[in-house]
C-alpha cells in the first residue's frame, strides 16, 4: 500500500517538469522577435486629428510698382523772356514733354458805352453826355467796338473801376468796363510726366521775373495735365 503514494508522487514530479519545458520553450520562442521588431530610433510621432503640424509662414512678395507722375505749368513769361526760361530746362532733357501755351497779355481797361447800333442813336447820346459835363469821351469808329462812346483808358482795373463808379454817380448808368488786349502775348511752359528727381530738379530752376508762377498738378491721363 504504501506503495502506491510513492508511485502517484513520482507521476506528479514528471507531469509538472513536463509542463515547465514546454513554457520555458514558448516564452523563448514569443520573446526574441519582439525583441527584434521593437527599434526606438525608427519611431515617429505622427500628428493626431488634435495637433496639426505647422505649416511654413508664407513669402510675402512686392509686387513692382508702377511710376506715378506729375504734370507741371511755369507761366506768365513774356515772349521776350521765354527763351531763357527753356534754357534752365534744358538740362532736364524734356523733349516733347515740353510744350507751349499762349494767351493776350491785358494791359488796358476801358470804360465804354457798349456800341449803339443806329447813328442817330449814337449822336443822341453823344450830346445827353456832353450836356451832363461829360467832355472827356469819343465814339469808336473802327474794330470790334465801333459805334461804342469810350470814356476811359486806365492800365489797371481797380482804376478803371473807380471812375466807372464816378460817372454812375453821375447819372450814367449803361457804361462798363472792358478789358483790351495789348496785343502782347503772354507764355506759359507745361511740362509733362515729371519724376520726383525731375519736379525737384525743375523746382531748383524754376526762377523767374514777377508774375511768373510754378505749379504743379496730377497728369490726368498718362502725359496729360490735370
Not at 522577435?33 to 486629428?49: F, M, Q
Not at 513774356?78 to 494791359?107: F, I, K
Not at 472792358?178 to 507764355?187: A, T, V
Request: with cysteine.
Amino acid at each position: 500500500m504504501r506503495l502506491v503514494p510513492i508511485v502517484l508522487l513520482g507521476v506528479n514530479i514528471l507531469v509538472a517538469v513536463f509542463f515547465f519545458l514546454i513554457e520555458g520553450r514558448g516564452t523563448s520562442r514569443t520573446s526574441e522577435p519582439l525583441r527584434r521588431e521593437i527599434r526606438p530610433e525608427a519611431i515617429r510621432i505622427v500628428a493626431t486629428d488634435r495637433e496639426s503640424p505647422v505649416a511654413p509662414a508664407p513669402r510675402i512678395i512686392d509686387e513692382p510698382r508702377e511710376p506715378t507722375f506729375v504734370c507741371a505749368s511755369w507761366g506768365g513769361f513774356p515772349e521776350s523772356q521765354v527763351a531763357a526760361a527753356e534754357n534752365r530746362l534744358a538740362p532736364l532733357e524734356l523733349g516733347a514733354r515740353l510744350s507751349r501755351s499762349e494767351t493776350s497779355a491785358t494791359t488796358n481797361y476801358l470804360v465804354i458805352i457798349p456800341p449803339i447800333a443806329h447813328r442817330p442813336d449814337l449822336n443822341a447820346r453823344v450830346e445827353a453826355l456832353r450836356r451832363s459835363g461829360i467832355t472827356d469821351q469819343f465814339v469808336i469808329n473802327d474794330g470790334d467796338l465801333r459805334n461804342g462812346i469810350s470814356l476811359g483808358f486806365f492800365k489797371s482795373e481797380e482804376a478803371a473801376t473807380r471812375h466807372l463808379a464816378e460817372l454812375q454817380a453821375r447819372g450814367v448808368s449803361d457804361a462798363i468796363v472792358k478789358p483790351r488786349p495789348s496785343g502782347n502775348l503772354i507764355i506759359t511752359l507745361q511740362i509733362r510726366d515729371l519724376t520726383a528727381a525731375e519736379r525737384t530738379k525743375l523746382e531748383a530752376v524754376a526762377i523767374g521775373p514777377s508774375g511768373v508762377e510754378l505749379k504743379f498738378q496730377p497728369c490726368t491721363r498718362h502725359g496729360t495735365p490735370g
